[in-house]
């Protein structure tokens, strides 16, 4: 009897532990070939005065619904925002992180979603830039938006080059430039790359 009872409790810990979003259950997008895979996954950066810093480093967590990946987002990205700001570990409580944009390998917030985060309170004064696009996801996406007053610019080439789409804040198809991102800029609302 003891051990059917060992058993059940074991059974419990593992399905509660499967709903709880954590950096340690997410898989990085290293060794992900395709992101089409219907995957959510999220990318972080720190804000920026001016235009983004093409060498600003970013990291990488991916789940498997748009669900995991918001919440994870929302729980300030734990794990993910310490190795942005090694000094966060002590001083965890002062930061926040929020959604900045959402990147879709389909048209119409279709298919994989790429969910952009930084920290702060969005793009209030401030520019976050992604110089280039996590492994798996270049040139796969085809429909973009904005959050937390951030209009989104999505660039053909890497370090925010060669064509553009500006979206204000949302770009249902990017058009000519669907399938072609390879870098991704928010600005403050009312401003365009």
């Known amino acids: 009897m003891r051990s059917k009872t060992m058993l059940a409790l074991a059974g419990v ?7 709880i979003p954590t950096a340690a259950s997410a898989a990085t997008m290293d060794g992900v070939s395709d992101a089409t895979q219907n995957r959510a996954c999220t990318v972080g950066t ?23 990946a918001e919440a994870f987002v929302e729980a300030g990205a734990p794990g993910d ?20 944009g959402r990147q879709y390998t389909g048209d119409n917030r279709t298919g994989s979603v790429l969910v952009q985060w930084g920290s702060g309170s969005g793009c209030y004064g401030v520019t976050y830039g992604f110089s280039s696009m996590p492994s798996g ?19 053909a080439d890497a370090g925010y080059g060669g064509a553009r789409a500006n979206c204000t804040p949302y770009c249902g198809t990017l058009a000519s430039l669907a399938s072609q991102t390879s870098s991704v800029v928010y600005r403050p609302w009312g401003s365009v790359g």
């Not at 810990?13 to 499967?18: E, H």
């Not at 942005?84 to 926040?96: D, E, K, W």
Request: with cysteine; net charge negative; charged share 20%.
């Open 137 to 155: 996801w270049n040139d796969v996406i085809r429909s973009s938006e904005g959050f937390n007053n951030c209009w989104v610019t999505d660039y």
């Open 13 to 19: 810990t593992l399905m509660v532990m499967a709903l």
């Open 81 to 100: 925002y310490e190795k942005l700001v090694p000094q966060a570990r002590t001083s965890r409580a002062a930061a926040t992180t929020v959604i900045i």
């Open 46 to 68: 720190l804000p920026q005065r001016g235009e983004p810093d093409p060498h600003a480093p970013v990291v990488v967590s991916c789940f498997d619904t748009l669900e995991q």
